[in-house]
Structures are given as C-alpha cells and as structure tokens.
C-alpha cells in the first residue's frame, strides 16, 4: 500500500504518517518525488490494514500497489532514481551515463593500478575490480580478499575513481562495505535473500546483477529485498542469460531496458562483457545498450587480458575501451543522455 501525500504537506505531517503506520506494525518508507512525498508501506502479509490513514492531515490518497514489487516500482515514485556520490559530479542513473570499468578481478597493485590509470584517462568515474570473486570452480582463483580492498582503497584516492566491487557473502559485506562505494552482489547471489537483506540494512548503493535465469518480475524483486530494509540506493544490472545461443557466453537480453524502465525507477546499467564473454562482441553491445537507453555500461578492461587470472577473454583492451568512450559520446546525446568526461572533485570536498 502506499500513501501519497499532498504536495505541501509538511516534514511533520509526512512524519506523523510514518509513526502511525509503524504503530500498526508495519514500516513506512517515504519516497520524496518531484511533486509529491510518497509513504510505501511494507510489512504487510496481504492487505494492510488502512487504519485512519485517510484522515491524517496532509494525506492526499491511500493507495494499493497490486504489483508484487512495491518500492522499487514507479507506483511508489515516479521519477527516475539518480544516485550522486559526495564530494565528485558521478552519477548512477540521470542524464549522465555512468561508466564502470575495471579488471574482473584484483590481481596484484601493479596490474590494478596500470589498469586504473588507463581507464582514467578515458573518462571513467567509477572502477570496478572484484576482491571475493564467485568462481565456477572451487580450484580457480577466488580473489585477493582483503588486500585487493586495500588496493581498491588506493586507488580511490589516487584516481579519485570510485570503487566497486562485490560482496559475496554476507561474512565478507561489512568489509567490503567499508571500502567500496557501491557495493556489487553478483548474478549468483541475485536470490540470496539473506546477502540481498543484509546489503539492504547499509546505506551504501547496491548493485545488484541479474541471475543468469531471472524473470524481470524477479530481478525487481531481489532489488526489493535490498529496498525493504530501507536502502534505496539499488542499481540493476543486466549480464545476460542462460539460453540455448553458443556464440555466445550468454545472451545479453537489451530488451530488459524499456521492460524495467516502465515499470521501476530504478537505473539499470549493462555489462556486456559477461554478456557476450567475447572481446570482439563487446563493443557493439555496449554501443546497442546506450542506443537501448542504458543508464550505463560496466566492462571488463586489462591491460594485459592474455595473462588475466579470470574472464580475459571478455577482456577488452584498454585502447578499446578509449574508442568505446569515444563511440559512445556520440551515441549518448541521439537519445538525449552525455557520457560525463572524468573525475571532478569538487573542491574542499573531503569524500
Ligand atoms: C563479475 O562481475 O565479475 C561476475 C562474476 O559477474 P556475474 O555475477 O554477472 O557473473
Ligand atoms: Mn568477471
């Protein structure tokens, strides 16, 4: 159920709505807009119960969300979600496309760093670089855990790039959550519902990948765990799915884009290097997702991708990565979106 407000109801008005609802032993979730505050309600098994809320001052209607995502749905807030980064102009969702590029997984300071400083001068605002990695096999390289964070961390402050990167369990979430700026939960885990509550209980953004067989009613609804507990900061990430296709590592579903971007506020980037899991093919994808309406792209990028200890096949070249800046800066304003040039501090920022 929701509960939209009047557009000058007050802070205190929109408030007393909150304690009531949580009096009936539900939560409130308010969800400022443009025009109009609205209140999710969750907590609720089947209908809740409306108690006087119709009658609280500033209260313009009560309504009820049939879809099974509630707050992550454009019922509950109609504006797009844009998600800014203190203390720099990077934004996730918005105008701006956001750019997420990185190796697939930390491998050492120097390859991290080679690789940051490439990606940099492209454009980047965001690097990504896995420290737990999900690995098929138990025998593969799993990540350099705790060190790679610390790299990470290095290379925020260096490059002034922020980090993300993937918790794979919910042990390892609360570290990972001190060194990252956005926080990845993997395809893997897109249905690990405690991983999805645990994330959703910090006020970090939260990636969240699409599971290599998930419904689009499903990925909603695992970035709803995450919103449920009151972190609203969710981006989704398309990576592809599990068909039948072999040219293919997996089939990079772009029609997910409008899909989502109807029914949810929520940005939704694209990866369409898991997406393919070919070098050569992920360009002209990540050219197809902004031309799709893609809020963003997140790549895989090593220097050296012959020698990387996971996904170098997928791999692009940094030189590669500087022509797909370049392609997609002229792709971007065709659908009324820019590619955002590189790091800008704002200055006496301490974030
Ligand atoms: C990754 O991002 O490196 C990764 C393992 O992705 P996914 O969870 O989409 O397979
Ligand atoms: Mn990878």
Sequence with gaps: MLVVMKAQATPEEIQAVCDHIESLGYRAHPMPGAQRTAV????????ADRGNLEELSGVAEVIRVSKAYKLASRDVKEEDTVIRFAGTDATIGGRGLAMVAGPCSIESREQAFAIAEQVTASG????????????????AFQGLGLEALRILAEIREQFGLRIVTEA??????????????????GARNMQNFSLLKRAGRLRKPVLVKRGLS?????????AEYVMSEGNYEVILCERGVRTFADH???????????AVQRVSHLPILVDPSHGTGKRDQVLPMARAAVAAGADGILVEVHHQPEK???????????????RMMDELGQIAPVV???LPRGIRIEAGATE
């Design 214 to 222: 998930a419904t689009l009613e499903e990925f909603l609804m695992a």
């Design 248 to 258: 293919a590592r997996n089939t990079l579903d772009l029609s997910i884009i409008p």
């Design 308 to 322: 990387a200890l996971s996904d170098g096949p997928q791999s692009i070249h940094p030189e590669q990565f500087a």
């Design 168 to 185: 794979l369990d919910t042990e390892s979430l609360e570290l990972v959550a001190e060194y990252a700026d956005v926080i990845q939960i």
């Design 40 to 47: 999710g309600i969750t907590g609720n098994q089947g209908e």
């Design 336 to 338: 009324n979106r820019q």
């Design 124 to 139: 980047v605002q965001f690097f990504r670089g896995g420290a737990y990695k999900p690995r098929t096999s138990p025998y």
